[in-house]
């Protein structure tokens, strides 16, 4: 049988991450294009719940994953941040169900 790492956790959830899109590419719907592409794609393979994270102060990043159907669920304290040496963080998610 085929392993779906989707099925070890409960709700059965994915994690996408490193969502780019090229500057000359950014404003026209790339992202959400690609987010819903992801959604679909996890969706049929099970998952109830999408995860993503941005930089808190990546305010592009966080209005196109908002525009896709994400709301933030954590976002990392700066002393969490320090300790883990990168910038504070923000969780977010997006129901597929």
């Known amino acids: 049988a085929e392993f779906n790492p989707i099925h070890i956790v409960s709700p059965p ?6 969502v780019c899109v090229s500057p000359e590419s950014r404003g026209i719907g790339v992202a959400e ?6 959604k679909a794609h996890v969706a049929a393979k099970g998952a ?25 669920e954590a976002e990392e304290s700066d002393a969490d941040a320090a300790a883990l040496a990168h910038t504070p963080r ?6 597929l169900a």
């Not at 959830?13 to 490193?18: D, K, Q, S």
């Not at 294009?33 to 992801?38: F, Q, T, V």
């Not at 719940?49 to 994400?70: I, T």
């Not at 923000?90 to 129901?95: A, E, N, R, S, T």
């Open 13 to 18: 959830r994915a994690y996408a991450f490193n």
């Open 33 to 38: 294009a690609l987010l819903n592409a992801a």
């Open 48 to 72: 109830r719940v999408l995860y993503v994270h941005c930089e808190r102060d990546n305010a592009a990043a966080k209005s196109a994953y908002e525009k896709a159907g994400f709301r933030i």
């Open 90 to 95: 923000i969780l977010l998610l997006c129901d």
